[in-house]
């Protein structure tokens, strides 16, 4: 059963950084992509950034190029989505995903971590 954990969700003032990872388990994800994906309260689901497993490519949403960043551990299983400078609008529920690359639906999603940025 694939199992998607996220961690590292917190209270930062606005210009901080924060870290968050994404700890998968349960099945082989060579052929999976993986994202990040926020939802604020009243609003939707949006799309963050995604990474291939295998070959880490990369693809961000226009409004945090520049401020975040995905990577993967192989070894380790985890996602990790570094955000710096960040602002009270990144302020959400924060949620791992991941789905068959070359798909477009996520499969798998995480049960989400809070961040919170205070101005």
């Known amino acids: 059963q694939v199992q998607l954990v996220e961690s590292g969700g917190d209270l930062v003032q606005a210009g901080g950084s924060l870290s968050l990872s994404c700890a998968a388990s349960?099945?082989?994800?060579?052929?999976?992509?993986m994202g990040w994906f926020r939802q604020a309260p009243g609003k939707e689901r949006e799309f963050i950034a995604r990474?291939?497993?295998?070959?880490?490519?990369?693809d961000y949403a226009d409004f945090v190029k520049g401020r975040f960043t995905i990577s993967r551990d192989r070894a380790k299983n985890t996602v990790s989505l570094q955000m710096n400078s960040l602002k009270p609008d990144d302020t959400a529920v924060y949620y791992c995903?991941?789905?068959?690359?070359?798909?477009?639906?996520?499969?798998?999603w995480g049960q989400g971590t809070q961040v919170t940025v205070s101005s």
């Open positions: 349960g099945r082989t994800f060579s052929s999976y992509t």
């Open positions: 990474i291939t497993w295998n070959y880490g490519v990369t």
């Open positions: 995903a991941a789905r068959l690359t070359g798909t477009t639906r996520y499969n798998y």
